[in-house]
T-cell receptor, first 115, second 117 residues
Framework: AQKITQTQPGMFVQEKEAVTLDCTYD???????LFWYKQPSSGEMIFLIY??????QNATEGRYSLNFQKARKSANLVISASQLGDSAMYFC????????????FGTGTRLKVLA | GAVVSQHPSRVICKSGTSVKIECRSL??????MFWYRQFPKQSLMLMAT?????????EQGVEKDKFLINHASLTLSTLTVTSAHPEDSSFYIC?????????????FGNGTRLTVT
């Protein structure tokens, strides 16, 4: 079975500082994709970044980077130079290539950026 | 690109009535769309996978007769909450993939907040 774990229900970060949001996963699939989404209070789900299990390099997208450690089964999101607008819920998700190809989501981390 | 439009964004209905939620892929075709439900301060729970031209695949515990899904075209899927009750009040959000690759991300609509009185 596949599982995503986000152990930080809430995080605070000072504006302009970097923050790491943790995500660990469990899967028996030989290949899979890992995703991060941002959900502001308005409710929409915004795709941030993606990492493939066979990608050699960590994914980066602007101020977002993914610290992918395959052996440890972790895919942490790093947000650099935090902005007030980064305050939101952040969800880690995974999709495997076996079974029903479902996307499964973690329980989320609520990030609050302090001025 | 990869825009998913969901309508309505909010709906309030009386207990016993039915509510239809539309999900459209605006700039791509989606043979598969996914419907999620989210309770306050919780994660997304997959309700069903909507397949164009065929029956939806429902997750365990989701009532097929309560949540009717129709995927009549490559750009439109609808979720109808039939005979809604207060416990159906929730945030419903649809999603689709723009690319056929196995690891293409889901793109989400803005969600529908349903309140049943």
């Amino acid at each position: 079975a596949q599982k995503i774990t986000q152990t930080q229900p809430g995080m605070f970060v000072q504006e302009k500082e970097a923050v790491t949001l943790d995500c660990t996963y469990d899967t028996s699939d030989p290949s899979y994709g890992l995703f991060w989404y941002k959900q502001p209070s308005s409710g929409e789900m915004i795709f941030l970044i993606y990492q493939g299990s066979y990608d050699q390099q960590n994914a980066t997208e602007g101020r977002y980077s993914l610290n992918f450690q395959k052996a440890r089964k972790s895919a942490n999101l790093v947000i650099s130079a935090s902005q007030l607008g980064d305050s939101a819920m952040y969800f880690c998700a995974m999709r495997g290539t076996s079974g029903t190809y479902k996307y499964i989501f973690g329980t989320g981390t609520r990030l609050k950026v302090l001025a | 690109g990869a825009v998913v439009s969901q309508h309505p964004s909010r709906v309030i209905c009386k207990s016993g009535t039915s509510v239809k939620i539309e999900c459209r892929s605006l700039d791509f075709q989606a043979t598969t769309m996914f419907w999620y439900r989210q309770f306050p301060k919780q994660s997304l729970m997959l309700m069903a996978t909507s397949n164009e031209g065929s029956k939806a695949t429902y997750e365990q515990g989701v009532e097929k007769d309560k949540f009717l899904i129709n995927h009549a075209s490559l750009t439109l899927s609808t979720l109808t909450v039939t005979s809604a009750h207060p416990e159906d009040s929730s945030f419903y959000i649809c999603s689709a993939r723009a690319d056929v690759g196995p690891y293409s991300p889901l793109h989400f609509g803005n969600g529908t907040r349903l309140t049943v009185t």
